[in-house]
């Protein structure tokens, strides 16, 4: 059998959101049911990965080894509750850098595919703002938007998406493991 993924964004899916930038593991905090939902990925089959930008390195705002603690504290919260993330990807660069790693650009969905050789065709990606999607769609993978962190504003700003929308991650992935 074939691995099955899904790609999850971080700040405003996994986590709290902050427009001052998620900085520390002590503002790294997760939002309800986040890390049941990666559980629940996993219990049903799923490997997840994470895909964010992180462009508070470059702003100067922290370093490698405090986003390095951030998602280890991550990791070890999922754990504590059963579940696994297998990777993480981040662009450490700001939104005037050219890169090709930012998203709305595919590079780390594209990083990501030749890893661990996966099919994007068959991957959900899930996010919470409008270059999540774009980065999805632009990649190939399977979009979902949820409503939390930046989700609201993005429905505001594209109301005629057409995609599955869910309330949280803990919604969605019943979603994915319902039509999986």
Known sequence: MTERWVILDRDG????????????PEEWLPLP??????????????????ITNQSGVARGLFDLSTLSAM????????????????AIYFCPHGPKD????RKPKAGLFEAFARDKQV????????????????????AGACPV????????????????LNLPIFDNLYDAAHYIVSTS
Not at 121 to 134: F, K
Request: hydrophobic content about 35%; overall charge positive.
């Open 145 to 160: 938007l949820v409503k939390t962190g930046k989700g609201l504003k993005t429905l505001q700003n594209h109301p005629r």
């Open 33 to 50: 049911g986040s890390l049941e939902a990666i559980a629940e990925l996993n219990r049903h089959g799923f490997k997840v990965v994470v």
């Open 13 to 24: 899916t996994i986590n709290v959101d902050s427009d001052e930038f998620v900085k520390s």
């Open 98 to 101: 050219r890169c090709g790693c």
């Open 71 to 86: 998602h280890d504290k991550m990791q070890r919260m999922a754990a504590a509750l059963g579940g696994r993330i297998e």
């Open 119 to 138: 099919d994007l065709q068959t991957v959900y990606a899930v996010g919470d703002s409008y270059r999540d999607i774009e980065a999805a769609q632009a």
